[in-house]
């Protein structure tokens, strides 16, 4: 089975900045096809806020380009979202996602919470 796990998720101000990391790991092997990043706000639906493939492509939010950064260290299975210029609207939890061998697999989550 392959475990996924998140830390970093904090109260911060609006603004401010925020490093959110996620490990993988299992019997997948060293590297997985595609890893990510979603968030849920109370009362609306999961949605994608960054991605990134083995090859360093990366997709973003619309909501979120030009302010998070996502990377990955393929030998540890690691994927990174920083954050920067918080606004109150980014407060979520945000989950890690690893696609792989078909499969998705996600961590319990991390809480961020952008407020004065």
């Known amino acids: 089975q392959v475990q996924v796990r998140e830390s970093g998720g904090e109260l911060v101000q609006p603004g401010g900045s925020l490093r959110l990391s996620c490990v993988a790991s299992?019997?997948?092997?060293?590297?997985?096809?595609?890893m990510g990043w979603y968030r849920q706000a109370p009362g609306k639906q999961r949605e994608l806020v960054a991605s990134?493939?083995?090859?360093?492509?990366?997709n973003y939010a619309d909501s979120v380009n030009g302010r998070f950064t996502i990377s990955r260290e393929n030998a540890k299975n690691l994927v990174a979202l920083q954050m920067n210029s918080l606004k109150p609207e980014d407060t979520a939890v945000y989950y890690c996602?690893?696609?792989?061998?078909?499969?998705?697999?996600w961590g319990k989550g991390t809480l961020v919470t952008v407020s004065s």
């Open positions: 990134i493939d083995t090859s360093g492509n990366t």
């Open positions: 996602n690893v696609f792989t061998g078909g499969m998705d697999y």
């Open positions: 299992g019997t997948s092997g060293p590297w997985f096809t595609l």
